[in-house]
């Protein structure tokens, strides 16, 4: 297989230490350089994702990359997968189904078995906030948090902030609205502390019964009304409304938030002209976005997230693994 | 040392001396030296009184001396914990693995720690802790109970906790209850605030505390019960349990010491240590709540003892079950509100032993004629370092691990006898 050559190094890393983290948990972890590091180092793997029709790199040949994924997911999980696959690494796939692994034992054990399999590298997600640091507490290897409960989705900030850099140019000055339902939303904690900590300007827009407490020490400027919050925004990220919180419990009715929250043009023209509007997914259509702006090619940068989000991932793979493989500088 | 009981039985009614202590008598205002004289399991006497004579004697060292502490509310018996604490009796919470709702149940529990240590079950006031029926509360009182609890839950039906105050004020029990809203604390499992926000973990306001203070303030004004709100840990509730005391209601509170010394902030990195129930809380909450033990809105200081093996705690944070080992730390902790000038040693004495007494109505926890010999020697100053791989209590799981502390209890005497 041809070795891609990817430029050695971000500018971030000269005359610093090393990017010094083990396994990657939280955006709540990492300094403002380190997050430019990493996503210089998505930046090369987004461009070699485009431009060879052959994509693989096997600087992770031999190594094991376990997918243990204890929530259900699709394109997370693809994403990991493909990551991996393109560096050359073994992937494997472990689905555990919440009902089979809700005892904690269980998940500590599950920890200890992907441990003695002499995984290189673990890819987690789990529905309970902290249950990817309580795993990778008990293991010897690098492992990345694929998202656990409200808590924390690293890469899903990162790939929105490669995102956001590649279309925008950067990020000072930059107002950037997160809108919906924050206070259940890992991608909105993660987001918010990672573009707060790249110097934009980070809105949180949401219904007062979805807003958690104190959402301005994690840098963002609360809103309650959906238009004062977009207004003269650069980047509308919208979050996914769980089905589950729609009838009642948190909003009245599915259609109630679409009137008063859901992105519509009319509702977008409030934002910049030229503001970018972005979705983790899945999306729910006609809920908190409009088909015609999710699928406006000027303005939806949706299907450009899933691409970077493989780059982020190839780039965390890659050097959260370099210590292990003995790279130049690294060991 | 051991000096068995039926030694001075056999020559009548002996007296013991424990001489040469520094006295903390509840009713004191500061540490005297003096004796305390005992016959059988019963003090006689203590303060400036002269030693009978042919009585027997031991030196306490001019060591402190105090009444046995008197733990309000805890999850287990935990006799090695409890020892090490200097706890000399404990009232057990209802919430057991069969609930204590039932004669059987208390009276197998009131037995569990004797002859060392005393067990006062604490009833369970409804059926299985559901919060729907009355349980037989006159039944377990003459089984042994000594107060009614609603357990880890408030009662939600106010109709419920309405009957269940009248029922036990009607036999003279105090009701015990947990204050926190169930429909506001819901799933919560951590205080409304920045940690919870940051740590994305479910959370509920403070507030759900206030709220089941009133409404419950309100039933002991339409009942006259006595009631006890075993952990207040917010401002706004110790206003409302302030302003019931000034009223004159038969309201008391109690608080542990965690909440005295933690913030919710404890709770970063997922600490299922200091995962407790209600949650800690906010910085303010935690100021609010050593002036209320300075001023004396505070009437215990409890343990809340409730070990927890990794099982339960090794967990994903929502997951892991609350509660605190406490019994060991109690004492050592609650003496820096006394290195800290809010409160003499008397004071918190009262706090620790005399007032859970009395809401027991068991007569123990203090110096007087007819108290029971239960009491500890305690060298304050004693350093030590708590750790979580050391402790004599059932599982280590304390959100004190690493912490120095002072305050050690060197003998503990129970009953008239040394163990």
């Keep these: ?331 | 040392m051991n000096i068995p009981a039926n030694n001075r039985d056999s020559m009548g009614v002996s007296t013991l001396a424990i001489v040469n202590g520094m006295l903390a008598d509840p009713a004191g205002a500061a540490l005297t030296a003096g004796t305390i004289l005992i016959e059988g399991d019963r003090i006689v006497a203590a303060g400036d009184v002269a030693v009978p004579q042919g009585a027997e004697t031991v030196d306490a060292g001019g060591q402190v001396v105090a009444p046995g502490l008197v733990d309000l509310g805890v999850f287990a018996t935990d006799k090695p914990a409890f020892h090490f604490g200097g706890i000399t009796r404990a009232a057990l919470m209802p919430d057991q693995s069969s609930p204590l709702d039932d004669v059987g149940l208390i009276r197998q529990a009131a037995r569990a720690g004797k002859p060392d240590f005393w067990v006062h079950p604490i009833a369970a006031a409804t059926r299985g802790l559901k919060g729907a029926e009355l349980a037989e509360i006159g039944m377990m009182q003459a089984a042994g109970a000594k107060a009614v609890g609603t357990g880890r839950q408030w009662i939600a039906d106010s109709g419920v906790m309405l009957r269940v105050l009248s029922y036990a004020s009607g036999l003279g029990l105090t009701v015990i209850t947990h204050a926190e809203d169930s429909g506001l604390a819901g799933k919560a499992v951590a205080t409304s605030g920045e940690t919870a926000t940051r740590l994305g973990l479910s959370h509920a306001p403070a507030c759900a505390e206030a709220l089941a203070i009133a409404r419950d303030i309100m039933l002991a004004r339409e009942t006259g019960a006595a009631m006890h709100f075993r952990l207040v840990t917010t401002g706004t509730g110790f206003d409302l349990i302030r302003a019931a005391k000034a009223e004159g209601l038969k309201i008391t509170c109690g608080i542990s010491p965690a909440y005295l010394f933690l913030n919710d902030q404890a709770v970063t990195d997922f600490r299922t240590f200091a995962r407790l129930s209600p949650p800690l809380r906010s910085e303010e909450d935690r100021k609010a709540a050593l002036e209320a033990v300075r001023d004396g809105t505070v009437d215990v200081i409890t343990s809340s003892h409730d070990p927890r093996g990794p099982e339960d705690k090794r967990l994903p944070f929502a997951d892991a079950a609350p509660g605190m080992a406490g019994a060991e730390t109690l004492l050592a902790l609650s003496l820096n509100l006394v290195r800290d000038g809010l409160v003499s040693i008397n004071r918190l004495m009262t706090l620790l032993s005399a007032n859970p007494a009395r809401i027991l109505d068991v007569n123990a926890g203090s110096f007087g004629a007819g108290s029971a010999a239960d009491l500890i020697f305690v060298d304050p100053d004693a350093p030590w370092i708590v750790d979580s791989e050391k402790m004599a209590a059932q599982a280590g799981n304390t959100p004190f691990d690493r912490v120095p502390v002072q305050g050690r209890v060197r003998r503990i005497m129970k009953g008239g006898v040394f163990f």
């Design chain 1, 1 to 331: 297989m041809p070795e891609i050559s990817i430029p050695s190094a971000s500018p971030e890393l000269t005359g610093r230490a090393l990017f010094p983290h083990r396994h990657l948990l939280s955006i709540a972890d990492l300094k403002p350089w380190e997050i430019r590091f990493l996503l210089d180092e998505a930046e090369q793997w987004a461009k070699a994702n485009r431009g060879n029709a052959r994509k693989h790199d096997d600087r992770l040949a031999g190594m094991t990359q376990i997918n243990a994924f204890f929530e259900n997911s699709t394109r997370t999980l693809l994403s990991f997968e493909i990551a991996g696959k393109r560096l050359g690494a073994d992937v494997v796939n472990m689905h555990a189904g919440q009902s089979s692994v809700k005892k904690g034992e269980t998940l500590i054990d599950t920890a200890m078995t992907l441990n003695a399999m002499a995984a290189d590298v673990i890819v987690i997600r789990h529905a309970s906030s902290g249950a990817v640091a309580l795993i990778a507490d008990k293991v010897d290897c690098a492992v990345l948090n694929a998202g656990d409960g409200w808590h924390q989705h690293p890469t899903q900030a990162l790939l929105d902030a490669l995102t956001i850099r590649r279309r925008k140019g950067g990020f000072e000055g930059l107002i950037v609205a997160i809108c919906g339902d924050i206070l259940h939303s890992r991608v909105a904690r993660s987001n918010m502390l990672s573009l707060a900590a790249l110097g934009a300007q980070v809105r949180a827009v949401a219904p007062p019964t979805l807003m958690p407490s104190d959402v301005e020490m994690l840098g963002a400027t609360p809103y309650t009304r959906m238009d004062e919050g977009l207004d003269g925004a650069d980047v509308v990220m919208m979050l996914r409304l769980q089905n589950e919180r729609m009838d009642g419990a948190f909003i009245p009715s599915p259609r109630e938030y679409h009137m008063l929250y859901g992105l519509t043009p009319e509702r977008l023209a409030i934002a910049k002209p030229d503001a970018l509007v972005m979705h983790p997914g899945p999306m729910n259509r006609g809920v908190e976005i409009s088909s015609n702006v999710a699928d406006d090619p000027d303005r939806s940068a949706i299907t450009e997230q899933v691409e970077m989000g493989v780059a982020v991932r190839m780039a965390c793979l890659d050097v959260l693994t370099r210590r292990a493989r003995g790279v130049e500088g690294w060991s």
